[in-house]
């Protein structure tokens, strides 16, 4: 993205705010200040896109918070050569902050209509390394492989196994764990040779994971 004279100050602050909270990675925070949030919201909240909050699109779903999104993009201490697996793609806003940072982004959201609006987004974008698929974080396909990174983006009240086996040696699996409606902590999983590491990292609070393809679109 290139501006045209002066950044418009919502989007100073929130680059401000990004590093006031604690964001240091300095190409997380550029992969920040390329993706224009407000085109991940429908037009009633463009107005908020900039603000460090949550925001309602469709389906019910919510778009995450941009501190969120940097923090857990920074925990995934991505290299350039890396394959991403995220669950929940939800507007997209994600997925274009991931596919700034490696080399392939698979993303998947059970419900169509997220799916398509996703995937319209970040072709408008040119993300030509994110792929936008329905499909089920609870049943991921082994075809798809094996990933370095997997963000899942809505809470599960346990990471399940075979999702944790999609991951690759010295892979990072990061997922908010707990009840529905209660408290959940960002959970670190990291695979080595002597087995996985669990480490929590902060509270947080997501929209639920719920198993299959969603039957309304
Ligand atoms: N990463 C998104 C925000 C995610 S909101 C963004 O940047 O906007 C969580 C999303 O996870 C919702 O869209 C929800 O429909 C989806 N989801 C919930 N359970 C899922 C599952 N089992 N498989 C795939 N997606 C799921």
Known sequence: MSFVGPPPPEKMMFQLNLRRRGISDQAVLRAMDDVPRDLFVAPPHRDEAWRDTALPIECGQTISQPFVVAYMTEQLQLQRDHRVLEIGTGSGYQAAVLSRL???????????????????????????????????????????GLFDRILVTAAMEQVPEPLLARLDLDGILLAPVGPQSGAQNLVKFRKSK????????????????????AREL
């Open 102 to 144: 490696c080399r392939q982004v698979l993303t998947l959201e059970r419900f169509k209509t997220l799916a398509d609006t996703a995937r319209a987004r970040l072709e408008r974008l040119e993300c030509h390394n994110v792929e936008v698929r329905v499909g089920d974080g609870f049943d991921v396909p082994k075809e798809a």
């Open 194 to 213: 002597g087995g996985m590491e669990r480490k929590e990292l902060v509270a947080v609070r997501f929209v639920p994971a719920l198993p299959g393809i």
